[in-house]
């Protein structure tokens, strides 16, 4: 099986702008749950999504959102981009009834 | 305190050697944990989940859990040099949520 696929893999932004990273879950599987990861504060969980129902958020503000599609694929969302949010952006997804997670490449997000 | 603690080392062991990994959390309602492996500049990668109290061997890796000490570890037999990577420790929250301390990091050398 394919792995987890994470598209765009690097991305250059400014402040203020906005992004959408996308995630595309192993065949099958229907949860899928994004993280940040910066060398501060380290693999911080964002949101998690199931059949297209967000069933768990993390401590983020508002800005940060995502969304999921009926085949499972998932978007995330920042708006009015910070110089901190300059982070690794991982998607993991989990078969159902499991709770392993499997991470894709993630995407490197800078902001200038 | 921080909810699941990890030495951030380096720790570095010889080739051939055994490297133990360790990791405490603070929520003794926890059940389910993983051990990741993370090289510079890639994502994290699955090495192993355990649930229950003991040991579970997976090839060269083991992990032991004991929640009455809340205490979870990972072996690594026979070190190489490509296992010099970032190990992270994992708790699953409700909600499908995984928790992760802030890894140690570990160098085989050869």
């Known amino acids: 099986k394919a792995g987890v696929t994470q598209t765009p893999r690097y991305l250059i932004k400014t402040r203020g702008q906005q992004v959408t990273l996308s995630c595309s879950p192993i065949?099958?599987?229907?949860?899928v749950s994004w993280y940040q990861q910066t060398p501060g504060q380290g693999l911080q969980f964002l949101f998690e999504?199931?059949?297209?129902?967000?069933?768990n958020k993390g401590n983020f503000p508002g800005r940060f959102s995502g969304r999921q599609f009926s085949n499972s694929r998932s978007e995330m969302n920042v708006s009015t981009l910070e110089l901190g949010d300059s982070a690794l952006y991982l998607c993991?997804?989990?078969?159902?009834?499991?709770?392993?997670?499997?991470f894709g490449p993630g995407t490197r997000l800078l902001v200038l | 305190q921080k909810e699941v603690e990890q030495n951030s080392g380096p720790l570095s062991v010889p080739e051939g050697a055994i490297a133990s990994l360790n990791c405490t959390y603070s929520?003794?309602?926890?059940?389910?944990f993983f051990w990741y492996r993370q090289y510079s500049g890639k994502s994290p990668e699955l090495i192993m989940s355990?649930?229950?109290?003991g040991d579970k061997e997976d090839g060269r890796f083991t992990a032991q859990l004991n929640k009455a000490s809340q205490y979870v570890s990972l072996l690594i037999r026979d070190s190489q040099p490509s296992d010099s990577a970032t190990y992270l420790c994992?708790?699953?929250?409700?909600?499908?949520?995984?928790?992760f301390g802030a890894g140690t990091i570990l160098r085989v050398k050869s």
């Open positions: 065949s099958g599987h229907r949860s």
């Open positions: 999504y199931f059949s297209e129902t967000q069933r």
């Open positions: 929520d003794r309602g926890s059940q389910s």
């Open positions: 994992a708790v699953m929250k409700y909600g499908n949520k995984l928790v």
């Open positions: 355990i649930y229950s109290n």
């Open positions: 993991a997804s989990s078969p159902q009834g499991e709770e392993t997670q499997y």
